[in-house]
């Protein structure tokens, strides 16, 4: 018996020396590595409302949960808006799409939100646009022209615990309304 412990001793210890020797490391591409990193680091999501719809609507949750009819956005830091207007299946684009965001403390009762912040230019000493409602129109030139404009919500100055988009169409095209909220 004391012959064969010493050659299965040497065995295992050739066998656990050759795999750490023969194992090869996975090459990893940085790229995505950095991408991943940011994403586990990132505090920023990605909302959307209301996706090319071709009626006047307010957004409600989709089967597949890809659209969401409201987002909580307590303890935000900031939420920029992105409203959206254009034809891109060719049903047609010379109206008009008029968005409004609610704002809601239960996610059940809702209420106009007056405050976004119009992204124009300002002189110093002007204060930020502020308003109720975002109006946009197709080009009277380009009939299938996507037009999009951004807003930001004033959350120095209010405590909200959810949003939602609403949009109002005049005539036809269709209607987006996507949120960048950053925590």
Known sequence: MKKYILPIVLILGIAITGYYFFKQEEVKDPVIEQQKLSALNSN???TTFLNATTTSATSTDSAD???????LITGARKVTLYFQRGDVSGTGNI???TFAVDVSRDGTTWFSYNKLIDNVTNANSAQLTRVSSVVLSA???LNTATATKMYSMDLGSDVI????????EGTDGEHSCFALIEY
Do not use: P
């Open 44 to 46: 920023t999501i990605t």
């Open 65 to 71: 949960f890809s659209v969401s009819g409201r987002a």
């Open 95 to 97: 109206g008009t799409s």
């Open 139 to 141: 080009s009277t030139n």
């Open 161 to 168: 615990n959810y949003i939602r988009c609403g949009v109002s």
